[in-house]
């Protein structure tokens, strides 16, 4: 179950990248960027931009579970089976199911079309999501199939999967990108729905499974930069500390990822509340003060990096759109 397919990155690894997008994810962080990932089933959403109100989706659900009035689409998610006769029925395109089912030859077929950009600059397929370790059998037959392609593979992943789980990635990810949210287990617990014991024994069991492999492989920590929630001089310190004492070996890059609102509209789409709705963008000071805490906590400076939009590079506030497919951070 793929939530999408997102070319031309170059966030996700080095290079130039395809990214594969999987639904489901363990973990339920507060702040998640990317909600419509969360859920391993399809979702339907409504772009009220789009619709010319025909309403020839109402008389299309065989559910009665959408109605239409001034306010807008009301999706009655108890009732909607996501079918999704109702987004192959709409005119406007207003109406679209997040999540389809894939083979893993038909994904292998689509992304090997963006090998050229990959030649070119080193880039390869990164597997993120949701967590990749959610679907670990198709994630690993797709890895797989990717490598007997030749080409360079990246799983991204929060880390909250089952050992087992990881087994079936590592022999085929070229490269690891790893979540490192909180060092606090309470806190963990609060913020993503679990504590976060599982998540540091699966990083080492990557960095065990790095050492004991010859042909060279990378293992990139992340970390979001979350205000009133991981955003602080006490976690980066801890964070750091730990890397330092179990994993400095193997570790080729530490990334602060800079706190992102642009994700407000897909709450609203999915109908969720957003703790972090009217919370701005970090100042480029707070990232600067952090990544500094960072270099100075033992891990080798020269790997941490910054990433993300911060207030001051912002000239005006930011501004809700209706284009989810741009969004994914
Ligand atoms: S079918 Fe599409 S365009 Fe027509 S009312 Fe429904 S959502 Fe709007
Ligand atoms: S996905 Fe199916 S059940 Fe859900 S609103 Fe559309 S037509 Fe109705």
């Known amino acids: ?44 959403v409504w772009m009220g931009n789009r619709c010319i109100g025909c309403r020839t989706c109402l008389s299309a659900c065989p559910e009665n579970s959408l ?36 083979t893993v030859d038909a994904l292998v077929n689509e992304v090997i079309k963006d090998r050229a950009y990959f030649e070119t600059s080193g880039g390869g397929v990164t597997l993120s999501g949701g ?28 880390g909250y999967c089952a ?19 909180l060092m606090d287990p309470e806190a963990h617990k609060r913020f993503t729905g679990h504590a976060n014991p599982r998540i540091l024994d699966n990083l080492r069991r990557v960095a065990d499974y790095m050492r004991s492999h010859l042909h060279p492989r990378q293992l990139w920590i992340r970390t979001p930069i979350i205000p009133g929630a991981t ?11 730990w890397i330092s004492a179990n994993i400095n070996d193997v570790v080729t890059r530490w990334d602060l990822c800079a706190f992102n609102n642009l994700c407000r509209d897909k709450y609203r ?23 500094e805490t960072a270099r100075q906590s033992g891990v080798n400076p020269d790997i941490v990096f910054t990433s993300g939009a911060t207030r001051l590079q912002t000239e005006s506030p930011q501004r809700e759109t209706d284009d989810v497919s741009a969004q994914n951070v």
Not at 133 to 157: I, P, Y
Not at 163 to 181: I, Q
Not at 231 to 237: C, F, G, K, L, M
Request: with cysteine.
């Open 1 to 44: 179950m793929i939530l999408e397919i997102v070319r031309m990155s170059t966030e996700d690894g080095p290079g130039i990248r395809t990214t594969v997008f999987f639904k489901g994810c363990a973990l339920k962080c507060a702040w998640c960027h990317n909600p419509e990932s969360i859920s391993p089933q399809p979702q339907l």
């Open 231 to 241: 955003a602080s001089a006490e976690n980066i310190t801890a964070i750091g500390q």
């Open 67 to 102: 109605d239409l009035s001034e306010a807008g689409m009301t999706i009655d998610r108890n009732r909607c089976t996501a079918c999704g006769i109702c987004a192959e029925e709409c005119p406007g395109t207003a109406l679209e199911m997040l999540g389809k089912a894939w």
């Open 131 to 158: 967590d990749p370790g959610f679907q670990s059998e198709f994630a690993g037959g797709l890895l797989k199939a990717l490598r007997e392609k030749g080409l360079h593979t990246a799983v991204d992943t929060c």
């Open 269 to 291: 789409r999915l109908d969720l509340q957003w703790p972090f709705h009217d919370a701005p963008l970090l100042e480029a000071s707070v990232m600067e003060d952090l990544a």
């Open 163 to 181: 050992p087992e789980a990881l087994d079936r990635l590592l022999p085929y990810a070229a490269m690891v990108l790893f979540d490192l949210k």
